[in-house]
């Protein structure tokens, strides 16, 4: 299994960066998708997941309004749109592949790419 993510960089406090994750070496469309970040010293946080099939969301009130998850399944990809970006968004972002029906958890998921780092500056 792969998960290839790209699209971090650096961006000012205020703007947008877009995130891409292809996957590939699963069935795709059986598992649920999230955006998880870490900081050095502090616990994993979801801040985006889409279910499999039906195309319900859930993000956490840190991030509610200012981030967007999109799948396609056809490209097996998943996409993460950060707006209104905040210093402390700054984080490695991971994508993840998940079968876990409580798929809004962190760590219920399975399958973790390799990180991409998102740095917002003051």
């Known amino acids: 299994v792969q998960l290839q993510a790209s699209g971090g960089g650096l961006v000012q406090a205020g703007g947008s960066l877009g995130l891409s994750c292809a996957a590939s070496?699963?069935?795709?469309?059986?598992?649920?998708m999230g955006w998880i970040r870490q900081v050095p010293g502090q616990e994993r946080e979801i801040v985006a997941a889409?279910?499999?099939?039906?195309?319900?969301?859930y993000y956490p009130n840190s991030v509610k309004g200012r981030f967007t998850i999109s799948r396609d399944n056809a490209k097996t990809t998943v996409y993460l749109q950060m707006d209104g970006l905040k210093p402390e968004d700054t984080a490695v972002y991971y994508c993840?592949?998940?079968?876990?029906?409580?798929?809004?958890?962190?760590?219920?998921?399975?399958?973790w790419g390799q990180g991409t780092l998102v740095t917002v500056s003051s």
């Open positions: 889409i279910h499999r099939s039906n195309g319900v969301t």
């Open positions: 070496g699963l069935p795709f469309r059986n598992y649920h």
């Open positions: 993840a592949a998940s079968r876990n029906v409580n798929w809004h958890v962190a760590v219920n998921y399975n399958y």
